[in-house]
């Protein structure tokens, strides 16, 4: 069974820096893209960021890049997210998910999702 | 970026209905588009991929059509646990953008 386990959300202050994890479990993590995907509250779902398979290919929303940094480390099944320069537009639960193959497409397994509020 | 559009954004509909949600890019996308299930309170799920393939476990009331810049989301016989925000989601190229979503609730 796919696992997908995100932790690191909380509040930060503007301008303040967060790193998300995802510890993926229950498949070949090495075989599947990743994503971040995230919902603000009482909004819709927004793409934030997927990795390919191997992390040689990244991808950013305009409205996170040069800001947040997707990575992956292939040896301990996790996918990162360090965030950068936070502002308050950023608050909202953040989806860990698994694509369905090497490269970012559409998402089949998702987690619970970790909470991230930006404010002072 | 292409922007993606949903209509209607909410729709009420009885027991058993036929429900049509329709998907508009902005520019063509080929097939690739994904449809997306969220219940209240819970995670997406993954309906459809390929603009019409039903992903496993996926009821087969639910169908997926279009191809280009139009696509459609079924519910042929609308459930009681439908009840949720669809969403789709194209992913030809970077950004994957999502829809707005259409809220979809029993009459």
New interface residues.
Partial sequence: EVQLLESGGGLVQPGGSLRLSCAASGFMFSSYAM?W?RQAPGK????VS?ISNSGGST????SVKGRFTISRDNSKNTLSLQMNSLRAGDTAVY?CAKD?WGH?????S????TLVTVSS | DIQMTQSPSSLSASVGDRVTITCRASQGISNYLAWYQQKPGKVPNLLIYGAYTLQSGVPSRFSGSGSGTDFTLTISSLQPEDVATYYCQRYNSAPFTFGPGTKVDIK
């Fill in positions: 994503t995907v819709g779902l927004e793409w997927g991808y950013y929303a305009d989806y369905r970012s497409s559409s998402c089949d998702w987690g619970q999702g």
